[in-house]
């Protein structure tokens, strides 16, 4: 990316005008006086999702009832959702699903890789993975018991290879998340996947923080599995279902232990004996969550008609603006940078050390910036290409500057923790 | 319960003008030419519901992003829902929390109590069981091996005492529905949890077809865990979040595998090793649903002030007029009633047998009246005292008779099987 010389405001007002994707901003409804630097972590609400949720609840839940499941369709949603996910993905139909939360998904494909694997018992992460993943292993190593499956963690950083060299026979399953949830930092994919495979090794992404910020190819990269969350760039809303892939060459070889009857192959004969559904059906658990599962549906639509390659273009442009505007603010030297700055090793978001973060944060939220804290001292900033603008880029970083400059962020109101998210 | 001695129009109309449960009606949207005997599948809209949707997607995802996780309470709704539901399972507070689905629910609790009984490896249950119920027991079992977890299965009925002769010292886990999804039997829960104590088996309810429909107490009858459905009789929406009831002896020793964040002691503190929330908090998994936990936390309002008692004694009273005027009509002599007659040993429906079960119920909800049917050869009708009224009852009856009089339900548009839920 080449080093924008001038980011004054017309710059970034140009940038906007000749932004392909500008008018994606007003399928969102957007507060007034709000920068919203936070959709790594929730997504802002497309128009639609709330006209989709006002129909589900007005025209079908309340007036046709249980017929719905059939006349609006219902008992497909979490197919028709997991075909809108797979193209985000990479990944050609038939495998993709959407169910459940993430870390629930991340069981069931836990369980299935190391049943896939005998004679092996580690799953390798990275110790800064984000906990719920590394939960999900010790809740499964907790119950088949440490002499079946135990975590791995290494330190891994840009510079030490230290998951590559963990990487060997010994280990069953490597699970990763693509883009790291504090620093930003993004793996990858492809030459990650190629080395496990080659020592035998079973790969899961966890997508949650880069399925619809960039471009990912889970086909072309030979992914076994992965699973991925509904509400960050998906807009999907609070608490949204999540989704899971798994590669169609395993399906038939699967056995994931969460056999509700929505995974049955037959779930309206009522049988005794389970017998799983072919295809990526397998993965269904209970009864999909169709008011929640039908907003995230509607939401999705936002990404009809879109180039993911001008959503990751944009991305790193919006991002490199704010870094750059940041680095041109002598009061804000105190400010360090934790994402690595080349493109190919960050997501779409930016992570900052600093000793007063979450003041800051709180400083910036009540100027109308939205930002996020991390413990123990990581000011985050996301950047959502379909509804940031260049010059909401520059307005931050203005207040940021000021809030650093005068100090305000040293209000006592500031410095007790009290956000929970 | 008497035998009314003429179940005329003016009596039935009589019986809803004396209903304490009458206004409640009003509380739901219910559709034109409707009669909706189909709550125990999926309950009727209480109007609080959509306005309560509204309110989540256009006044607080929208407007407040994700500042809405503090300032609308999101963080807390899980336990706020679950405390809702408690009175109506008799539960003293701490002891219930609203999350995932039903069977979700129902893999944490059999993971539990099968870690809580070493040397015992069998799950007792009954072959007619929500099939569910009984997949997740086999899910179990291909995790941990058939060594470690067998399903053991009875047929049980009113007359033959199978479940009670099966529940030994052998057993480490019974695993029974409250009220039959087919048939509509009701199991009690006091007399089959003190027997399954006395052996030492621990006891697990799943109340999805009798929470809300009656009233239930886990804490007098010392019930070790439940599991329950939150779209049936709490009418909390199409796969509304379900519930779960871990009795508070039982807290500190309890080790559920799907250990996600949310059922960390910190989960903000990003931690890398897992510690499990004290109290009922520990079976959170993932981020909470809360456009669809919100939907059911306004739904449960429609249970303010209603004594479980009155609800009851409808619920027997509108399924014994039912009954009655089935008996009255010489047309309807081949509808097999399989519900056992007495209050006791019945839920809040009732089941038919008959040859032609699948077109008469095409023929019923072609004609408004919604019932359901269960594969091979039963209609379902369940009588949720919150919505339904006497009248409608004759009214159902009449419809059904004239159909069967008739013989409309020959008509071959209803004879293929195509309704999936």
């Not at 899961?204 to 760039?233: M, N, Q, R, T």
Request: net charge negative; glycine share 6%; proline share 6%.
């Amino acid at each position: 990316m080449t080093m924008l010389p001038d980011l004054t405001k017309t710059t970034l007002a140009l940038l906007d005008a000749t932004d392909p994707l500008a008018s994606k901003r007003d399928a969102f409804f957007l507060p007034d006086n709000t920068l919203y630097l936070d959709g790594n972590s929730l997504g802002a609400m497309p128009r639609v999702a709330a006209l989709r949720a006002h129909q589900v609840l007005n025209e079908q839940w309340s007036r046709d009832l249980i017929k719905s499941w059939n006349s609006h369709q219902w008992i497909d949603l979490p197919h028709k959702v997991g075909e809108k996910i797979a193209p985000l993905l990479g990944a050609a139909p038939g495998q993709v699903i959407c169910c459940d939360s993430t870390s629930v998904n991340l069981f069931k494909i836990l369980s299935c890789a190391m049943l896939m694997q005998p004679g092996r018992t580690k799953i390798l992460s990275q110790a800064g993975n984000f906990p719920t993943d590394l939960y999900m292993v010790q809740g499964l190593a907790s119950l088949l018991g440490e002499q079946y499956c135990q975590l791995v963690l290494v330190d891994d950083s840009p510079d030490n290879h230290a998951l590559e060299q963990a990487i060997t026979t010994e280990i069953a399953v490597l699970l990763l998340t693509q883009v790291d949830f504090r620093s930003g930092r993004l793996l990858d994919i492809q030459r990650l996947t190629q080395r496990a495979h080659e020592q035998g090794v079973l790969v899961i992404w966890d997508l949650a923080h880069s399925a619809g910020a960039l471009p990912i190819e889970l086909d072309a990269c030979h992914v076994d599995f992965a699973v991925g969350c509904g509400y960050k760039y998906l807009n999907g809303g609070p608490g949204a279902p999540a989704f899971l892939y798994a590669a169609t060459r395993h399906h038939d070889r699967l056995t994931q232990p969460l056999t509700g009857w929505m995974g049955h192959n037959a779930p309206f004969s009522f049988a005794t004996d389970y017998q799983k559904a072919p295809g990526i059906a397998q993965f269904l658990t209970g009864t999909p969550a169709i008011i929640a599962m039908s907003v995230l549906d509607a939401a999705l639509t936002v990404f009809d008609n879109i180039d993911m390659q001008q959503v990751r273009y944009k991305s790193l442009a919006l991002s490199h603006c704010f870094h750059h505007l940041v680095t041109m603010q002598p009061c804000l030297a105190d400010l360090q940078l934790i994402t690595p700055l080349q493109p190919s090793a960050r997501g779409s978001q930016l992570a900052y050390q600093h000793p007063h973060a979450y003041a800051l944060c709180q400083a910036l939220i009540q100027r109308g910036v939205i930002a996020d804290f991390r413990a123990p001292n990581i000011l985050r900033l996301g950047f959502t290409p379909l509804y940031l603008r260049y010059v909401d880029i520059g307005t931050a970083v203005t207040i940021l500057a000021n809030i650093v400059s005068s100090q305000e962020y040293l209000k006592p109101e500031y410095a007790v923790q009290q956000k929970v998210t």
